[in-house]
C-alpha cells in the first residue's frame, strides 16, 4: 500500500524540474532582443497562418494584399495571439496601430510588419443629438492637437510611471458628462491593475471636459457594450481604439484624433545572440510580478482559489453526508429530489452551473462572485461526496448494522461508530482525488470574474502580453498546491487514525 | 413472571412465509430449540423478538416492556437481548478485544479498564483470550462465532437468541461453537436457538419447537419430538434429517447415485470423515457383494437401505431388507476379504423383523 518515500520525492521533484525547463525554454522564446521583423514583405507571408480576433472582418482585406494565405485563426483575446505567435501557431496577427506599437515595445520577440494595410483614424464618439459637437471640436482643436503625439508616445511606451490622468479639480459649472468607456484595450481606455481607468482616450476626453467646465462619469464596461451605451442614451460619450468606418460614422459622430492603420504585428527576426536565460528569465519575473506590484494580484487569485475549494469542498461535504442520512430515510419524495439534484448537477458544466447562478439567480443581487463560486461549487461537490459516501456505506455488509443494533445502539450510534469507520477506507480515498479534481475545476471561476488563481493568471497576461511566464507560473502553482493538499490531507488522517488508535491502547 | 411472553404475534411481507399468531413463553433458565423446513419462519420469529423485524401485530413482552408498543427505549430492551447471528458480524474495523471493549463503553457506560477486564473474562470463557489482539479477518469462522457470542455475553444480556450459528461453518468447526454453547446451556443462561443442529438441540434443550408454514407446529421435550413426534409433519421431519433411505425398486440400481446420496446425507449429520468412510464401506460391500450377484439372476428383486441412528447413544446403524425375493441375500458365499473389511467396520445383530439383516456400525 505505502509508496516508498524516497520514490515519491523523486518523482516530485522530477515534475518541478520538467516544469522549470520548459519553463525556460519558453523563456528561450521569448529572449529575442532586436525588433526586426522577421517577414518584411507581403511575397514572404504566402502560405503563412494569419490570426485575429474573433469576429473582426478583415479576411478580405488580408487577401487582397497576401493572395495565398495558408489559413486564417481566431483568438479571444490579444495576450493569447501574442502567445500563438510566439510559440509558432501562427505567423503574423492583425491589430490596430496604437495596441501593436504597445506589444512590440513590450515584447522583444515581436516586430510590426513595415507595411500597414490599410490607413485609418481612432475618433471619439458622441451621440447623433448631441447639440455640442462644434464646442466639443473646439475644445479639441485647442487643447488635444497640438499634444497629440506626446499623448500617444506616453501612452504606447513602456515607462509605466508617467501613464497618470489629470485630477477632475475644476468646478464643473455646466454640469456632468456620462462616457462609456472600454475597460480593456490598451493603451486608449483600460483599467490598471489598481482598478482605476486609465488611457489615452480617457486623458483626451478629460483635458476637453476640463476647457468646457464639465465633470466626467466614466463607465468602464466591455468593449461590445459602449457604442450601444451612446446609441441607448446611457451615456453621451463613448471610446476605446474606436476606429472611424462608415458603418460606425452612421450611428454616431466622431471626432477624429490620431492616425493609426491596420497592421501585421510579426516575430521579429532571429537575433544573432539571445539574451542569457536568466537575464530573460528575471525580466519576466520582473514584469509578472514586481511591475504594478502584480504580485499582490497573483496572491489574491491564489488565496481565493484557496477560498473557493476550501470552502466549498467542506460545505459540499457536509451537504453531501446531510444527503445520505436523508436518503436513509427512505422517504420516496427526498429520494425523487435527491435523485432530480444529482441529475441536474451531473448534466450541466461547472462553468454553466456558475453562470447560471451568477447571471440568473443571482443577477439582480450585488452577492461578490466569490461567494457565488463557493455557492456553485458547494452545489457540484455535493453530489459527488454524496454518491462517494452512499456507495461505500452500501458497500459495508447489512449484518454490521443488524449486529450493532442488536447490541443496543441506536442507528445514528451504529453508523457513526460502526458503519462509517469501515466506509473510510473505500471513501476517503476517493473523496481526497474528488477535492483535487474540484480544486482542479475552480479555475473556471473567470467565467464569472472571480480573481482565482487563474484569472490572475489571465489578467497578467493581459497587461504584460507576455503569456508564458505567468502560465508557467501558474501551472507550477497549481501543481505545487494540489501535491501540498495531497500531503495535508494524508497527514491528517495518519495522526487522526493514529490518536485513535493510542486511544484504544490507553489502558 | 416469564421472561419472554409472546402473545398473538403476527408478520407478514411480501415473498416470504408469514408468521401466524404465534404465541410463546420462555421461563428464566430455559433453553428452547427452534427446527423446522427452511424457509418457515423460524428465524423471523426470532428477529422479532429483539425488532429487527417489525410484527405487523402482536405483542412480545420482555421482561415486563413491550417491544412492540410505542413508547418502548428499543435500545434499553436490545441490551437485555443478545443475539448471534449467521454471519458472525464481527466489526471488521476493531480487534477482537475492541469488538467486546467497544459497545460496554458505547452502551453501558463501562470505562475502559472495568470493559477490558470483562471483554478479557467472557474471551477466557469461549477459549480465545489467546487471541484477543488478532482482527476478525484473521480468525477462523469457528472462533469468529466464539468472539460473537463473547461480545453478546458482555453486555450481560438476560437472553440470548442464536439464529442458526453453526450453518455458515465448515463441519469441522460446528463442535467449538457446539460446545460454547453447551456449556452456557448449563450456566443456566435463556437461550432461543434456531438451528439445523439436531444433536444440538437434542442434548441441550428444554424444549424443542417444530415450526412450519409460520406456525408453532409442535412442541414437546427433545425426546418428545425426536423419538415419538406426535403429528405427522415433523415425523417426517425427524424421520427425514435422522436417517437415510435408498430402495433400488423405487430409487434405481445407479450405484454412483446411491454412494452420492449416502455421502450427501452423512455430511448434513456433520459426521466425521472416518464415520463416513466407514458407511460408506459397509454400504459397497454389502451392495456389491450380496445383492449384485442376485439382481444378475432375478431382475424383480429389489432391496432397501436404511443408515440410522437409534437408541439413547446413538448407535448407527445400516438395515438391509430385501425386497421382491424370497431368498436370503446373506446366505450367499462371499469373498474372503470383503468380509474381512465387513467384519472389521460393522457387526451384524440380530433382528426380529423379516428380511431384514441390521448392521451396526463400529465407531
Known amino acids: 500500500m505505502k509508496r516508498n518515500p524516497a520514490i515519491r520525492i523523486l518523482s516530485i521533484i522530477s515534475a518541478v524540474v520538467l516544469l522549470c525547463l520548459m519553463m525556460s525554454m519558453t523563456a528561450n522564446a521569448a529572449s529575442a532582443q532586436e525588433n526586426k521583423p522577421e517577414y518584411s514583405s507581403f511575397d514572404e507571408l504566402n502560405g503563412k497562418t494569419i490570426s485575429m480576433l474573433t469576429g473582426a472582418p478583415f479576411e478580405e482585406l488580408i487577401s487582397s494584399k497576401i493572395p495565398n494565405v495558408k489559413q486564417f485563426t481566431y483568438y479571444s483575446t490579444s495576450s493569447d495571439m501574442v502567445l500563438a505567435a510566439l510559440s509558432g501557431k501562427t505567423d503574423a496577427f492583425l491589430q490596430n496601430t496604437a495596441i501593436g506599437e504597445l506589444f512590440v515595445n513590450r515584447n522583444p520577440g515581436l516586430a510590426l510588419f513595415p507595411e500597414p494595410l490599410k490607413e485609418a483614424q481612432f475618433g471619439i464618439a458622441f451621440s447623433k443629438g448631441n447639440k455640442e459637437l462644434g464646442k466639443w471640436q473646439a475644445a479639441y482643436d485647442k487643447v488635444c492637437a497640438g499634444v497629440l503625439d506626446e499623448l500617444w508616445d506616453k501612452w504606447t511606451g513602456l515607462d509605466e510611471s508617467v501613464k497618470t490622468l489629470p485630477e477632475q479639480d475644476w468646478a464643473g459649472k455646466n454640469g456632468t458628462i456620462r462616457v462609456a468607456a472600454c475597460d480593456s484595450i490598451e493603451p486608449m481606455s483600460y483599467l490598471s491593475g489598481d482598478g482605476e481607468l486609465k488611457g489615452m482616450e480617457v486623458e483626451l476626453i478629460l483635458m476637453m471636459a476640463k476647457e468646457l467646465d464639465y465633470k466626467v462619469s466614466f463607465m468602464p ?172 456505506l452500501n458497500a459495508i455488509d447489512k449484518g454490521q448494522l443488524e449486529a450493532a443494533l442488536a447490541l443496543g445502539y441506536t442507528e445514528k450510534k451504529a453508523y457513526r461508530r460502526v458503519i462509517l469507520p469501515q466506509a473510510k477506507k473505500i471513501y476517503f480515498p476517493l473523496l481526497r482525488n474528488q477535492f483535487v479534481l474540484l480544486l482542479k475545476e475552480t479555475s473556471v471561476v473567470g467565467f464569472i470574474s472571480a480573481m482565482d488563481l487563474t484569472h490572475a493568471g489571465d489578467v497578467i497576461r493581459g497587461r504584460t502580453l507576455e503569456a508564458f511566464f505567468p502560465l508557467m507560473t501558474i501551472a507550477i502553482t497549481y501543481f505545487i498546491l494540489i501535491w501540498l493538499f495531497t500531503l495535508i490531507i494524508n497527514k491528517g488522517n495518519d495522526i487522526i487514525t493514529k490518536r485513535n488508535a493510542r486511544e484504544a491502547e490507553k489502558e | 413472571m416469564s421472561l419472554l411472553k409472546i402473545t398473538g404475534l403476527s408478520k407478514e411481507f411480501e415473498g416470504v412465509t408469514p408468521l401466524k399468531s404465534i404465541d410463546l413463553t420462555v421461563e428464566q433458565g430455559e433453553v428452547i430449540s427452534i427446527i423446522g423446513p427452511s424457509g418457515t419462519g423460524k428465524s423471523t420469529l426470532l428477529r422479532c423478538i429483539n425488532r429487527l423485524e417489525t410484527p405487523t401485530s402482536g405483542s412480545v413482552i420482555i421482561d415486563g416492556e413491550d417491544i412492540c408498543s410505542k413508547g418502548t427505549d428499543l435500545t434499553a430492551v436490545r441490551k437485555k437481548v443478545g443475539m448471534v447471528f449467521q454471519s458472525f458480524n464481527l466489526f471488521g474495523h476493531k480487534s477482537i478485544l475492541e469488538n467486546i471493549i467497544m459497545p460496554q463503553m458505547d452502551l453501558l457506560g463501562k470505562s475502559r479498564s472495568e470493559a477490558r477486564s470483562e471483554a478479557i473474562l467472557q474471551l477466557r470463557r469461549v477459549g480465545l483470550e489467546g487471541r484477543a489482539h488478532n482482527m476478525p479477518d484473521e480468525l477462523s469462522g469457528g472462533q469468529k462465532q466464539r468472539v460473537a457470542i463473547a461480545r453478546a455475553l458482555a453486555m450481560h444480556p438476560e437472553i440470548m437468541l442464536f439464529d442458526e450459528p453453526t450453518s455458515a461453518l465448515d463441519p469441522t468447526m460446528v463442535t467449538e461453537v457446539k460446545n460454547v454453547i453447551r456449556h452456557l446451556a448449563e450456566d443456566g443462561m435463556t437461550m432461543l436457538i434456531v438451528t439445523h443442529e439436531m444433536r444440538l438441540a437434542k442434548d441441550i434443550s428444554t424444549r424443542v419447537l417444530f415450526m412450519d408454514q409460520g406456525e408453532i407446529y409442535e412442541q414437546g421435550t427433545p425426546d418428545e419430538i425426536f423419538n415419538s413426534p406426535k403429528k405427522e409433519l415433523t415425523r417426517a421431519f425427524v424421520l427425514r434429517i435422522t436417517s437415510w433411505n435408498w430402495s433400488t425398486l423405487k430409487n434405481g440400481r445407479d450405484f454412483i447415485a446411491m454412494i452420492s446420496s449416502l455421502e450427501e446425507f452423512c455430511r448434513s449429520c456433520f459426521m466425521s470423515r472416518k464415520m463416513m468412510n466407514s458407511c460408506e464401506m459397509v454400504f459397497e460391500e454389502i451392495y456389491s457383494n450380496y445383492f449384485l450377484p442376485l439382481f444378475e439372476k432375478d431382475d424383480k428383486a429389489g432391496a432397501e437401505f436404511i443408515l440410522e441412528a437409534q437408541g439413547e447413544n446413538d448407535k448407527l446403524t445400516m438395515s438391509v431388507i430385501s425386497e421382491g425375493t424370497d431368498k436370503d441375500p446373506f446366505a450367499a458365499e462371499i469373498d474372503e476379504t470383503a468380509l474381512l473389511i465387513l467384519k472389521n467396520k460393522a457387526t451384524r445383530i440380530p433382528s426380529d423383523k423379516k428380511n431384514t439383516a441390521v448392521f451396526e456400525i463400529k465407531i
Open chain 1, 221 to 392: 464596461m466591455e468593449f461590445s457594450g459602449i457604442l450601444a451605451a451612446v446609441e441607448g442614451g446611457k451615456a453621451d460619450i463613448c471610446c476605446g481604439s474606436l476606429i472611424i468606418t462608415p458603418e460606425r460614422s452612421e450611428v454616431v459622430n466622431f471626432i477624429p484624433h490620431h492616425d493609426t492603420a491596420f497592421i501585421l504585428v510579426v516575430r521579429s527576426a532571429a537575433p544573432e545572440e539571445a539574451a542569457g536565460f536568466f537575464e530573460s528569465l528575471s525580466e519576466s519575473f520582473r514584469r509578472t510580478f514586481i511591475v504594478e506590484d502584480r504580485w499582490k494580484l497573483m496572491l489574491t487569485g491564489l488565496c481565493n482559489t484557496l477560498i473557493i475549494a476550501i470552502a466549498s469542498g467542506i460545505a459540499g461535504l457536509l451537504l453531501g453526508f446531510f444527503m445520505t442520512t436523508l436518503k436513509r430515510k427512505n422517504n420516496k419524495i427526498i429520494d425523487a429530489v435527491i435523485a432530480v439534484y444529482n441529475t441536474l448537477v451531473a448534466g450541466l458544466p461547472a462553468v454553466v452551473i456558475l453562470m447560471l447562478l451568477f447571471y440568473v439567480v443571482f443577477g439582480k443581487t450585488d452577492i461578490s462572485a466569490v461567494i457565488v463560486s463557493i455557492l456553485g461549487f458547494t452545489l457540484i461537490f455535493a453530489p459527488k461526496a454524496y454518491s462517494v459516501i452512499w456507495s461505500s
